[in-house]
């Protein structure tokens, strides 16, 4: 007998051991249909994500990996004390790579303008810096946490996030 008449003789061997061959077919079809979703979602998913950027260079070819842009993004937002970077994506979407970054904001930031501001940051660095903003697509950013207190402070611990948040008191009074 191949595996396949072994297959078939166990599921008929199941149902009538079930003695509910109909709830038994459909649970194993259920599961089945929920493996099939899992499997295409886990390839749609894998196949956007890039490992680098691959950059023509004049004696050859320059290989910037997706973890030296997440550090190099990283050091940007690092800029911007009302925000602090949790993770950052690369995805290619044909020629261009668009850039998923997500942050957590502190209290009193201005969101359009931070998101602006961060992307025009972000492209004016990867210009002087790798010579890549002519393959930067969009800039996505993601706010996942709006804190009470300043962005950097969150991160800093909680003696000097007392301080930071006198800081804040003393500059908007």
């Known amino acids: 007998m191949s595996m396949l008449d072994y297959a078939v003789d166990w599921i008929r061997n199941s149902w009538a051991a079930q003695g509910m061959g109909f ?11 929920l493996m099939l979703q899992i499997f295409l979602w886990l390839r749609t998913r894998a196949r ?6 691959l950059v023509p260079c004049r004696n050859g070819d320059l290989f910037i ?8 993004v990283r050091r940007i937002c690092g800029e911007f ?3 602090t970077m949790k993770s950052m994506v690369m ?15 502190g209290h009193g930031a201005r969101l359009v303008a931070l998101g ?3 992307g025009d940051r972000i492209k004016a660095e990867a210009q002087d810096k790798l010579g890549i903003s002519s393959r930067l697509g ?18 800093m611990g909680d003696e000097d996030a007392e301080d930071a948040q006198e800081e804040e008191t003393e500059y908007l009074a």
């Open 138 to 155: 969009k800039i996505h950013l993601t706010v996942v946490h709006l804190s009470t207190r300043l962005g950097k402070a969150e991160a």
């Open 81 to 83: 004390p009302e925000a």
């Open 116 to 118: 602006d501001r961060l």
């Open 65 to 72: 990996a997706s973890t030296a842009m997440r550090e190099f």
């Open 91 to 105: 995805e290619q979407v044909g020629d261009e790579f668009v850039l998923n970054i997500v942050v957590h904001v």
């Open 23 to 33: 709830l038994f077919g459909m649970a194993v079809g259920i599961a089945l249909f």
């Open 48 to 53: 956007n994500r890039c490992p680098g950027i």
